[in-house]
């Protein structure tokens, strides 16, 4: 059972590239989303997708895009990386909106 | 801004003891869910609890819910050294229309052996 698989787990990238972490879950839940979490902090919602085809922002959308593949797969894309988006990123799942959330082991981003 | 505010931030007990963790929120909700994080992992939800609900209990948790008071308490009896770890409480926020819980900062819970 790998339930909320999460790639790359660590980055490194210098500011200004680009780059897509991916988020696959194999539980069949409807809902997912991409947090993240900075030190000593919460977790903060970037974007969700409350059902496939659909995604929405959360309260820390600027700066990224995200894609619902398919129903599995949800992915999170940083078009220009910034020192200040340096975190660590956790994609979750759930059955629907609301519902008991099931979490990646996050992947731990730096930007140079 | 954060709805949920756990206090205390930070907390240490002896194993065996009890621990009790607070959570505030400002605002109008459906459920409150509590989450443990371990360090570098990630979040594993512990129990749900309505609105509607008062009191819930899941093995050594009891988790404790005032809407009059906005406030929600989480309980861990007679704790083991493998109960350190943080603890996040969110709320499913009825004002904001987004269909996604808003997380507190957390608990950090250290538990002596």
């Known amino acids: 059972n790998a339930g909320v698989t999460q790639t790359p787990k660590f980055q490194v990238l210098k500011t200004g590239q680009s780059m897509t972490l991916q988020c696959a879950q194999d539980?069949?839940?409807?809902?997912m989303y991409w947090y993240r979490q900075d030190p000593g902090m919460g977790l903060r919602l970037i974007y969700y997708?409350?059902?496939?085809?659909?995604?929405d922002k959360g309260e820390v959308p600027n700066g990224y895009n995200v894609s619902r593949l398919n129903k599995r797969e949800f992915s999170l894309r940083l078009e220009s990386a910034a020192p200040s988006q340096t975190s660590v990123y956790f994609c979750?799942?759930?059955?629907?909106?609301?519902?008991?959330?099931?979490f990646g082991d996050g992947t731990r981003l730096s930007i140079l | 801004s954060q709805q949920g505010e756990e206090d205390p931030q930070a907390l240490s007990i002896q194993e065996g003891e009890n621990a009790t963790m607070n959570c505030s929120y400002k605002?109008?909700?459906?459920?409150l869910q509590w989450y443990r994080q371990n360090s570098g992992r990630g979040l594993v939800h512990l129990i749900l609890?309505?609105?509607?609900?008062r009191e819930k209990h899941s093995g050594r948790l009891r988790v404790t819910l005032d809407t009059s008071k906005k406030s929600s308490s989480l309980l861990i009896t007679a704790s083991r050294a493998a109960d350190t770890a943080s603890y996040f409480c969110?709320?499913?926020?009825?004002?904001?229309?987004?269909?996604?819980?808003?997380f507190g900062s957390g608990t950090r819970l250290q538990v002596q052996p």
């Open positions: 979750a799942s759930s059955v629907g909106s609301n519902q008991p959330q099931h």
């Open positions: 605002t109008s909700i459906n459920n």
């Open positions: 539980m069949n839940h409807n809902s």
């Open positions: 609890i309505r609105s509607n609900e």
């Open positions: 997708s409350a059902s496939e085809g659909t995604t």
């Open positions: 969110a709320t499913d926020r009825v004002d904001t229309g987004r269909r996604a819980l808003t």
